[in-house]
């Protein structure tokens, strides 16, 4: 197979014009850049990752039961780093040369960020509205105390919602539907809530996994695939 190459949106101003910046408080932010790869490009490696990576759907324990995760998953890493672990399942780290667009993408998020240094990856599945992810933080000790992550979406626009750590969401209290603040700048509220487009980039930074919980959630509407790729730096 010929090697997919990607660039970013070709136009850089237009990515510094629609960057969205959310200063959370007390040290945390989130970037949020909707056109990071061009459209037809996006596609082309959305295609690319729904047939080429080796999907599986694992095992986990949570709170000493065993279930079945609610997307699929694949791990890439650099050699020689620390295994990664997560609700009792470690998932195999392919290599870089395994699949070589996923290095060209890598390429592409660290012009994007200069100064970043990621090293491993984590790529998940979505196939339909009943997939998701629940509230957590990926505050992980491999991950230090501060860690950047660059989140890389294709194909299905899906809800990425952060709540601050001890804070109950209206939707918990009741079954309406919380009153999300959407892209406020320097505003220090509970919640957030992003569309994640295809072909966007969210970055978590600070300490944004310390002081926030995130989620991806359930929705009947979201009927196809999405597919999301997490950039993470492994001391």
């Not at 136009?11 to 040290?27: E, M, V």
């Not at 950047?148 to 709540?163: T, Y």
């Not at 991806?216 to 695939?225: D, G, H, I, L, Y």
Request: charged residues 25%; contains cysteine.
């Amino acid at each position: 197979m010929s090697l997919l190459k990607l660039k970013a949106n070709p136009n850089p101003s237009d990515n510094a014009r629609k960057t969205q910046r959310i200063d959370l408080g007390y040290g945390s932010e989130v970037v949020y850049v909707p056109r990071f790869v061009a459209y037809n490009d996006a596609w082309k490696f959305f295609n690319y990752l729904d047939n080429h990576i080796p999907w599986t759907r694992p095992t986990l324990r949570v709170f000493g039961r065993s279930c079945l995760q609610h997307r699929d998953t694949c791990y890439v890493a650099s050699a020689g780093l620390p295994d990664l672990i997560y609700s009792g399942y470690q998932p195999h780290a392919y290599s870089w040369d395994d699949f070589p667009p996923l290095k060209d993408i890598l390429d592409t998020v660290h012009k994007m960020l200069p100064g970043s240094r990621f090293n491993s990856l984590l790529l998940n599945r979505y196939k339909g509205g009943d997939d998701y992810v629940g509230w957590h933080a990926d505050d992980e000790k491999l991950y230090g105390s501060t860690p950047e992550i660059a989140s890389v979406s294709f194909g299905c626009e899906r809800e990425f919602l952060l709540k601050k750590k001890g804070h109950k969401s209206s939707q918990e209290r009741s079954d309406e539907k919380p009153p999300l603040k959407r892209f406020k700048k320097s505003s220090h509220v509970d919640q957030h809530c992003f569309t994640l487009k295809h072909g966007s980039m969210l970055v978590m930074r600070g300490y944004t996994q310390r002081d926030w919980l995130h989620s991806v959630p359930k929705r009947a509407k979201a009927e196809t695939t999405r597919i999301n790729l997490t950039f993470r730096r492994v001391l």
